[in-house]
C-alpha cells in the first residue's frame, strides 16, 4: 500500500522556522517526483515546492527564497526547510508524489503561525 506520511508540522511565531518531513512507502526504492502542496483557510491548494525524480526543483511564486525542498533517497523521504515564516503561511501542508501517472496525497500537517 502506497503511503505519504507528513511530519514537522506546528504553531510558530512570525520570523521563525520549521522543517517539515515527507516519507514514501509502498514501492520500490528510487526517485519520484514529489512536492509539497498547501491549503490556507478558504483557498485552494496552491504548490509550494517540487522536485523532479531527477532532482529539479519548482517553488510557488510566494516562497520567494524563504524555503527549500530536498530529498533523501535512502530513505526515500523529502523535506521542505520553511524560513521566515509568516502569518500568510498558515494552512494544512500536504505531500504529494505523482507515481505512473498517478497523484497520491498523505493527509497532511498543520503549520499554524500567529503571534
Known amino acids: 500500500q502506497i503511503q505519504l506520511v507528513e511530519s514537522g508540522g506546528g504553531l510558530v511565531q512570525p520570523g521563525e522556522s520549521l522543517r517539515l518531513s515527507c516519507a514514501l512507502s509502498?514501492?520500490?526504492?528510487?526517485?519520484?517526483?514529489m512536492g509539497w502542496y498547501r491549503q490556507r483557510p478558504g483557498r485552494q491548494r496552491e504548490l509550494v515546492a517540487a522536485?523532479?525524480?531527477?532532482?529539479?526543483?519548482n517553488y510557488g511564486d510566494f516562497v520567494k527564497g524563504r524555503f527549500t525542498i530536498s530529498r533523501n533517497n535512502a530513505v526515500m523521504t523529502i523535506y521542505l526547510q520553511m524560513n521566515s515564516l509568516e502569518p500568510e503561511d498558515t494552512a494544512r501542508y500536504y505531500c504529494?508524489?505523482?507515481?505512473?501517472?498517478?497523484?497520491?496525497w498523505g493527509n497532511g500537517t498543520l503549520v499554524t503561525v500567529s503571534s
Open positions: 522536485i523532479s525524480a531527477p532532482g529539479d526543483r
Open positions: 504529494n508524489a505523482l507515481l505512473w501517472g498517478l497523484n497520491y
Open positions: 509502498g514501492v520500490r526504492s528510487g526517485r519520484y517526483d
